[in-house]
């Protein structure tokens, strides 16, 4: 999952005067790097798009649904690839944090034109219980026996993650599951579908709203020291748990694996 270990630095207790100063001399690299992050929006939407040939068939509440099925009434579709395999006791904490946003700004989505929904490879019955227990009520749906999260580079086969031989974030490259993390956007128009963009890795950090508030604070994501960045990160009904399974511990022992360094 995207994240990074934000050094402290130590603090020094000066006047309003010199406080306000050195503030406004780092509002103007904020003003750049929000500049910055406008250009690099305005890019992204000018991206070439790929026609989507395939036929995918999911299965949710509902039983069978093609791809098209996703966007519900809107144009624009934006996918989660929440890592959670078949067979797994639950789904990754860290998805699962980010996932804990979805329902209240899915609301807000809607207003635009664009659909927000998850996708895992896990069995459907496996997604339902899980989803209850978590009490969510965005869709969520199983590409369990499509290619669905292979052709997007967020499945593996067993082999080719243990041998380092696979496609993740562009590049090839070793990681500790058979699942990973990423989103991807797609566009219908007349009829057809288009895939316009996905990001993995640290490329889902915008995606991580608590992580944007704790970089605002004096200790920031105080991830040093841990075995690896987000350790600390639990299913919301397990915090104060010593004895809760994290699913985590199945991939991301091997902090130099983690796709937080992807």
């Known amino acids: 999952m995207a994240t ?16 306000l100063a050195v503030r406004k001399q780092f509002l103007a690299k904020e003003k750049e790097l929000t500049h910055l992050r406008d250009e690099l929006s305005r890019q992204r939407r000018e991206l070439p798009w790929e026609r989507v040939a395939k036929q995918y068939t999911f299965e949710g509440p509902s039983g069978k649904i093609a791809l098209a099925d996703l966007f519900g009434k809107s144009s624009q579709l934006i996918v989660y690839h929440f890592m959670f395999g078949p067979g797994w006791k639950e789904g990754c904490p860290s998805c699962s944090m980010i996932a804990d946003q979805f329902d209240s700004i899915r609301v807000h989505m809607l207003q635009r034109d664009t659909n927000l929904i998850a996708v895992s490879r896990a069995t459907w019955p496996e997604i339902d219980a899980f989803k209850k227990r978590m009490e969510w009520q965005f869709p969520w749906v199983s590409s369990f026996g499509s290619d669905f999260n292979h052709d997007y580079n967020v499945s593996f086969s067993k082999q ?64 040093d020291g841990l075995p690896w960045p987000m350790a600390w990160v639990r299913h919301h009904d397990k915090y104060g748990d010593p004895k809760a399974f994290d699913a985590m511990m199945l991939f991301a022992q091997n902090k130099e694996e983690c796709c937080s360094k992807k």
């Open 4 to 19: 990074a270990t934000i050094n402290k630095s130590g603090s020094k207790v000066v006047s309003h005067e010199e406080w």
């Open 160 to 223: 080719d993650a243990e041998s380092g031989n696979i496609v993740y974030n562009y590049e090839t490259a070793s990681f500790p599951a058979e699942e990973a993390p990423g989103a991807s956007v797609f566009y219908r128009k007349d009829g057809e579908i288009f895939h316009t963009y996905s990001s993995f890795g640290r490329g889902l950090d915008m995606m991580l709203n608590n992580y944007n508030f704790l970089d605002l604070t004096p200790k920031g994501r105080d991830e």
